[in-house]
T-cell receptor, first 115, second 112 residues
Framework: EAQVTQNPRYLITVTGKKLTVTCSQN?????MSWYRQDPGLGLRQIYY???????DKGDVPEGYKVSRKEKRNFPLILESPSPNQTSLYFC??????????????FGPGTRLTVL | SQQGEEDPQALSIQEGENATMNCSYK?????LQWYRQNSGRGLVHLIL?????REKHSGRLRVTLDTSKKSSSLLITASRAADTASYFC????????????FGTGTRLQVTL
């Protein structure tokens, strides 16, 4: 089944404890992206990647890192989480770089709470 | 920064009625997409309309785009309880084709 998977789905952690949220897609998609969703703010893009070893900042990249060593995986890294990073996180992928004609496929989300 | 702003923020209708949601954006776009999100879950793509199109249909969905007013509308006809969800517009902005910018969403409640 074509899908985007994220792990973990739920995570409660403490300030400063490094964590990684994994994202994997099995559709051979070129483009991958991370969003966070907060009440009243909609989805905001954190980072995106147009190809292996190519990543770029989105609208809210501060406090986050990503890597794209393989086409299928795009982990989100929080080196030193803070409470303002408590949010619902989504990974998404799309087949081509030309988003003008493409659909983004979303993962199920990771609900992160930083105490 | 938020490109799309949906209106209304929340909408409650009865099953069988039509639901209309609007999206306004600020800068020129290549295309506009609508997505649906069931509570706490990932977004699901509904429909894409290109900047040179004015109207598009998909099943019970009808999307219009007015680039002169920088606005789009999503109409769901003969709504069902299963249509209860949040609906987001997303713009693929001209000159920044590598990212989509999402609006804040309209929360639709369809009651029996």
């Amino acid at each position: 089944e074509a899908q985007v998977t994220q792990n973990p789905r739920y995570l409660i952690t403490v300030t400063g404890k490094k964590l990684t949220v994994t994202c994997s897609q099995n559709m051979n998609h070129e483009y991958m992206s991370w969003y966070r969703q907060d009440p009243g703010l909609g989805l905001r893009q954190i980072y995106y990647s147009m190809n292996v070893e190519v990543t770029d900042k989105g609208d809210v990249p501060e406090g986050y890192k990503v890597s794209r060593k393989e086409k299928r995986n795009f982990p989100l890294i929080l080196e030193s989480p803070s409470p303002n990073q408590t949010s619902l996180y989504f990974c998404a992928s799309s087949l081509s770089l030309a988003l003008a004609s493409d659909t983004q496929y979303f993962g199920p989300g990771t609900r992160l709470t930083v105490l | 920064s938020q490109q799309g702003e949906e209106d209304p923020q929340a909408l409650s209708i009865q099953e069988g009625e039509n639901a209309t949601m609007n999206c306004s954006y600020k800068t020129s776009i290549n295309n506009l997409q609508w997505y649906r999100q069931n509570s706490g879950r990932g977004l699901v793509h509904l429909i894409l309309i290109r900047s040179n199109e004015r109207e598009k249909h998909s099943g019970r969905l009808r999307v219009t785009l007015d680039t002169s007013k920088k606005s789009s509308s999503l109409l769901i006809t003969a709504s069902r309880a299963a249509d209860t969800a949040s609906y987001f517009c997303a713009t693929d902005n001209a000159g920044t084709a590598s990212k989509l910018t999402f609006g804040t969403g309209t929360r639709l409640q369809v009651t029996l």
